[in-house]
């Protein structure tokens, strides 16, 4: 037979193999600890996410569960009742600004709210002035006139 020389392991060598086969199960070991570490890195992160997640289910029981949308008292046509009425529609502007950002969305609150003689005047107020071309501010002088006035016409703008 012939001698080896050098550095190449025999793979036929029991102890070559033996040693091999150790340095293997010690990096297999070391990676077994990696991963153990990780799962429990892991573990620990969905824990903590759990309690996030109750606390904010806390937090957000806590507060009251968003309510329907509020509207003012029913409008007539009273001339006494309308100053009240505009502050109660001006309270709900202010107390949900993301609800009422627009004309159009301030004007249809107060339309829903009108009853009888008030509401035939919106009607016809609305015939010839589309409410999607009408300011708030000038809604609420035609308004506040027809209110004052104490009568309801056909056409507001006579």
């Known amino acids: 037979m012939t001698e080896r020389t050098g550095h190449t392991p025999d793979p036929a060598d029991p102890e070559g193999l033996r040693y091999a086969v150790k340095q293997q199960g010690i990096a ?3 990676q077994a600890d990696a991963l153990s570490q990780v799962a429990s890195a892991q573990q ?3 824990q903590r996410l759990d309690g996030l997640t109750q606390s904010l289910m806390d937090l ?3 507060m009251a569960p968003p309510a329907a949308p509020l ?3 029913p409008f007539h ?3 006494e009742a309308c100053g009240g ?3 109660q529609c001006r309270l709900l502007f202010q107390q949900a600004p993301r609800y009422y ?3 159009l969305s301030k004007i249809t609150l107060i339309i829903n709210s009108l009853r009888y003689k008030a509401l035939q005047w919106a009607q016809a107020f609305l015939t010839t002035n589309p409410v ?3 300011s708030y501010e000038h809604f609420i002088e035609e308004f506040k006139l027809n209110t004052k006035n104490g009568y309801y016409t056909k056409n507001s703008s006579q």
Request: net charge negative.
């Open 77 to 79: 046509g009273d001339v």
């Open 71 to 73: 509207s003012p008292e």
């Open 132 to 134: 999607t071309h009408l």
């Open 28 to 30: 297999l070991g070391r």
């Open 60 to 62: 957000t029981g806590q």
């Open 44 to 46: 620990e992160l969905f």
């Open 101 to 103: 950002n627009s004309d």
């Open 85 to 87: 009425f505009l502050l």
